[in-house]
DNA sequence: TATGAATGAGGCTTCATTCAT
DNA sequence: AATGAATGAAGCCTCATTCAT
């Protein structure tokens, strides 16, 4: 008989950084299923190893947990962007790859896009008070940027393309697809939430986005 | 004696459908903004001309007044497309025309929306124990087929065109544009939110229905 | 068998104006006994016959609730006063009789005293807040102003008595009698507590005001 | 290597008694200003250089430290009075001084009397606790028993004064100076609180004493 | 001796809802 | 048809205190 033996409920003994994450990643998926009023800070502890105390030693209140919440989801969206390498592609295969990729990682990642939809319910204004996220979502336009300079430098892009309406466009589509899923499909059905209909939005996005800079 | 004598407080006497009228209107702003688990009973009978007693008598619970409320918003967000007399147009034009009018309809209505959008946040459950919503949508997919049908008649439409995923873009567009203004012009700036921006953005919107359905 | 018999719980029934007395004649005694922060609501709610959720009802938080009862303090201080009818008395006797009553006031009613102090201890934050508070208290003055203007006139009191010095010194014998008594006591004995010992306090508060009015 | 080398954060290292005064230095202004209950004891450890921990090694609890602040409250006030050396002045002049310099003293440390003052808001059941108080508070008293004894065989006093009825008329004037100014200002004004009022009053209470025991 | 991490108990307050008239 | 009074349940948060190192 091994002594020490399982996980005892005070398992996190002395170590913030593992009491954080576990608060954090929970805290991710209750605020994403119910939305900032509806979550219920209890029911974030009670799928936790945690006491309900350590949310406000760590946080400060509800909203402050909420908010680094926000901050975690936004950095995890553009972190995946930034590892697609676009520099070593061509430009309209890079923009097509782009959309694509941008297209599948909000499938994969619906809590992200529900966190963002509900801030904007709240109209932004956890964002407002964040230092952090700004600063990461400017990489996104710089990299549309420098898509854009390269595209219009081979001739492949028209040159009045606005990377900023470039990224509203496939925002737009990507975010749709995740936060209207509900009452979309309830009202007019499944078909373009299968895996194929799925296919095909996808391969709607990378068709629009290439006709929006495409030489004519 | 005059009838109609001043504007009393008490001005809703007696008339039952005033009252309902003026609940639904003052639960529309106030759920639009705070969201529903944010939105608060007292606040909307505080906007109110009536007592909170007639919430329970003519609503059942908040719950119910918040179905109600989004049925409206449905309601009358279908009943303007409907006044388009799409029929009337050559199918291009009235594609032209429909998607322009989405994009500023939805602009005009931001509370209905937002709605929607609050109510994708609860998974929908609220459309689902609506009978009348369902009705009212399909409208909007019929018209959407027989203007493909027209078109491909005509010749100017290619013959495999997804009516619904028509919509679905259309939607996708004009409903990002106003549920996600607040993180997106916090994050990228204003610009694509002046005048000029959304007059930008709603001529994309047409160029990319339309090439969606043109005949190359 | 009578019907309705004895007292329920609920026995308040649509009694606004006696359910806030009950709170307020409760709270007086627990923030007295307890001070501010030490005073706790279900405390209070217990002594009482409503629920707890009725003191947030009527008097939004525990700090309205307190305001609410200090006021109510001074108010009943003030009027004890009032009633003395000195303008019916010669000067030095309306003096002697208000100095009396005033340390006999205190003394029967230390928990009004308690709650003055306790606002003090708090800054007198809350009173601050009241508007009908310092109202009362002029009165005061303005009566020891007479009072020394009558004295003047029939030669009885000197030309140079501030009245608000007078009063002063009344306040701080009668308040210290009452605020200052658990411990003077434990330290010094009781000797000056007793029945005896109070009397000789107030012969000696009456012989010290009339020693700082009377022309030598 | 020199001892002493330059101010750590950790200054306190290896220094108990100094670590106890820091943290009895810093309780005793925070117990002044908010009360027993209103203090904080993380408040307490802000202002300390030391961890929370340390409170409770060298007070057992938030009781025992209080205890010990009321402790060093009394014993820095009567370690003033025991100064004076009464003895070498004439009994009426030693008693004008004594009145005079508690006056000053009590006004230059308000935290000792607001200290007692809260003390007494909680009946005194800290102070019961005590062993060193009630032995240093015994020779104020067996200090104006000496004087009252000098003044009767000098002629100056006469014979029926009570001493402790003496200091409990000083003490009531010198701590309702201070305990109760702020609602006595915010009802009344300042004007007793300039140094020209508080000169006055100073004064008023030496006439006060004298005219206590002087022989007519 | 000293510390940052962690906590159970209990505090205040808010909420949608029902009652009595 | 309509209202102000009243409420139980549950929410968020804070407190003095102890644990593990």
Redesign the interface.
Do not use: Q
């Given at each position: 008989m091994k002594r020490n033996e399982g996980e005892r409920k005070t398992s996190w003994k002395q170590d913030p950084e593992g009491v954080k994450a576990d608060i954090l990643a929970v805290a991710t998926s209750v605020f994403a299923e119910?939305?900032?009023?509806?979550a219920r800070i209890d029911e974030i502890i009670r799928r936790t190893k945690t006491s309900k105390r350590m949310i406000y030693y760590y946080f400060g209140d509800k909203s402050g947990l909420y908010a680094r919440v926000l901050e975690a989801a936004y950095a995890r969206l553009r972190q995946g962007e930034g590892q697609l390498d676009l520099q070593a592609l061509p430009p309209l295969e890079a923009l097509a790859k782009l959309a694509a990729f941008t297209f599948d990682f909000h499938r994969e990642n619906p809590e992200y896009i529900?966190l963002?939809?509900?801030?904007?319910?709240?109209?932004?204004k956890h964002?407002?008070q964040s230092e952090t996220?700004?600063k990461l979502?400017s990489q996104i336009?710089t990299g549309l940027e420098d898509l854009c300079r390269r595209g219009v430098e081979d001739g492949t892009f028209r040159d009045d393309v606005?990377p900023?309406?470039l990224?509203?466009?496939i925002?737009?589509?990507c975010?749709?697809?995740i936060?209207?899923?509900?009452?979309?499909s309830?009202?007019?059905?499944d078909?373009?939430f299968t895996d194929a209909g799925q296919e095909?939005?996808r391969a709607?996005l990378v068709t629009?986005a290439l006709?929006?800079v495409r030489v004519r």
């Open positions: 119910s939305g900032f009023s509806g529900r963002i939809t509900i801030e904007n319910i709240h109209h932004g964002l407002k996220i700004p979502n336009i606005d900023l309406e990224h509203w466009t925002s737009a589509f975010v749709f697809n936060s209207n899923r509900a009452t979309f309830h009202l007019y059905g078909d373009l095909r939005l709607r629009m006709d929006m």
